[in-house]
C-alpha cells in the first residue's frame, strides 16, 4: 500500500485554517472543496490515459485522453459529501457511487445504511472520499465493498490521517497484489480515547454540515 502525505505549503495554510475551532461552516466547506481539488491532483497523477491526435489552430499533434470506463468517485456520507464537488472539478466525467456508513461512537465499528455503487467495477479505478482516516474501520469496508465488485485500483482521498488508521489499512490489505493508496494532507499525532484525531479538526461532519 502506498501513503501519500501531500505536504505542500498551501495544503499546510488551508488545514491550518480548516483545523481551527473559530472557522464556522460556510469557510469550512469551501475550503475543503479547495483541499479535496489540490489533493486529487496527487491522487490523479496514474489515472489512465491514451494517446489521441488532435489538430490545434497550429499544428496537428500527439495528446492524450482520459481513458474510458471513466473512473469512479464514492464519497462516504455524510462528511465525504462534502469532499465531492472539489473532486468533480478535477474529474468531471467520473460515475460517481455512494456509500452511508456511520460509525457506534462507543464501539468505534463502522456500519452502512446506504450503498449505491456500479454492480461491476472492473477495469474502474475509484477514489473514495472520506475526510477524517481515524480507526480505519470505515476505510477497510470501503474498500472491500469495491473489491467485492471487482475494483482492482483504489485510492483514498483523506484531509486528515492518523497513524493508527494508517497502520489498521495497511494491515488489512498488506497481501493485496493490486494498487491500494492513501493520499492525506496530513498525518497526524494520535487518536484519543474517543477515537478522534489529535491535533485533527474535531467532528467533520458536523463542523460541514452543523450538528444533526
Ligand atoms: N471522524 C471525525 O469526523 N473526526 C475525527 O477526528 C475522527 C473521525
Known sequence: MKVLVADHPLITHKL?????????SQVFRHLVEELVTLLAYEATREVKIHPVEIVTPVAP???AML???????????RAGLG??????????????GFLGMVRDEKTLQASTYANRL????????????????????????????LIERGAKDITAICLLAAPEGVKTVERA????????????GALDQKLNEHGYIVP???DAGDRLYGVV
Open 16 to 24: 491550518t485554517v480548516l483545523r481551527d475551532k473559530e472557522t464556522n
Open 61 to 63: 499533434m500527439k495528446g
Open 67 to 77: 481513458d474510458t470506463p471513466r473512473p469512479v468517485v464514492v464519497p462516504i456520507l
Open 83 to 96: 469532499m465531492l464537488e472539489g473532486m468533480m472539478r478535477v474529474l468531471p466525467s467520473a460515475d460517481v
Open 118 to 145: 456500479p454492480e461491476d467495477l472492473s477495469g474502474r479505478q475509484c477514489y473514495i472520499l472520506d475526510p477524517m482516516l481515524a480507526t480505519g474501520g470505515t476505510l477497510v469496508a470501503a474498500f472491500n465493498y
Open 173 to 184: 490489505f498488506e497481501k493485496s497484489s493490486f494498487p491500494i493508496t492513501i493520499v492525506t
Open 200 to 202: 485533527g479538526l474535531g
